[in-house]
């Protein structure tokens, strides 16, 4: 069952174009106010459960064989443990792919492109890019929508999600995927017990003493890794403009060129090797770490850290000088980061594929 829920409105900002998402009931508790929403998507209890059967659908992908849920797994903080992703016939992506926890409050999407702001038009990349190739879908739309518009279920839920545009089309199946995504928000950790509600049992005598460390200047972890949910990179209801960092974290002297940063968009020599900084949030479940997945547990990211990045570069963010850290200070802060795992939202139902075991929507998970 879901967590207790509490009503959380949304705001509408001066000059922002969100929505106010009256009678949706976000699984947030009153400290934590809900993403934004735009204007055009408001969310409801129907979109949202149509959206949690097409993030599980195959039949989005050409072949049948990828669903959204393919690269994001529940169980995994909605990430796939492989170092990059896998899309149809076996192609490699050229990036780790990242969870999906909280992803509403991102007010930009994907490791470094700063123009990917909007859920609804991420969604096209997956199925419609063909670089790399990932549910291979580019012409195949009509028979796609075609497709789904015989399944029983659909026939009723796009009718009850979009009462004025009741057909699968590019249309109503971005904006559902988009709002199932809004309602993926993860609170729940051991930690959020303990800093936020008071329970001072909630951590362990590790981590409490890793917190410490965290925030300690001679680790400089919380510099990037900020705020509620462990990142510089946010927005909220509350906010009329998000906050987004990148840093170039010292692990290539000069970064491939299929993952070369926010220099691939912006052109401009000083964002080579710019990444977005992920959420620490379920950090323990998400292995392997880095925008290429090349660091494979968390053990090897703080040693990452500790020796100041693995290569100089130019453009190294500042704030990576390295530490000398204790074989006991190490397992203290990984103790701390294991208590920011919410174990409610990696098993929730409400968030887990709807569709019965041999349906035809169903894809086979590959481990890596």
Known sequence: MRRPLIVAAAC????????????????????????PVPADNPMSVEKVELGRHLFYDARLSRDGTVACASCHAQDLAFTDGRAVAVGINGTLGAKNA????????????TWA?????SLEFQALIPMFGENPDEMGSVGQENTIFATLATDPYYASAFPAAFPDRPLPDLFTVTRALAAFQRSLISVGSPYDRFKRLGDKHA???????????FFDH????????????????????????????????GLYADYPASAPGLIGITGRPQDAGRFRTPSLRNVAVTAPYMHDGSIPDLR??????????????????????????????????????????????LSDTTLSDPWPEGHPASATRQMP
């Open 300 to 345: 090897g990211v703080i040693a990452h850290y500790a020796s100041a990045g693995r290569a100089d570069h130019p453009m190294k963010d500042g704030m990576i000088q390295g530490f000398r850290a204790s074989e006991a200070e190490i397992a203290d802060l990984i103790a701390f980061l294991q208590s920011l795992t919410d174990e409610e939202f």
């Open 98 to 109: 990242p969870s999906l926890a909280n992803v509403g409050y991102l007010p930009v999407l």
């Open 203 to 213: 951590l362990t005598d590790a981590a409490k003493r890793g917190e410490q460390l």
């Open 113 to 117: 492109n700063p123009h990917m702001d």
């Open 12 to 35: 509408l900002l001066a000059g922002a174009a969100f929505a106010l998402d009256a009678g949706y009931v976000w699984p947030l508790p009153d400290w934590m106010p809900p993403p």
């Open 218 to 249: 001679r680790f400089e972890c919380y510099h990037c890794h900020s705020g509620v949910h462990f990142t510089d990179t946010i927005q909220t209801s509350l906010m009329a403009e998000g906050e987004a960092g990148y840093h170039n974290t």
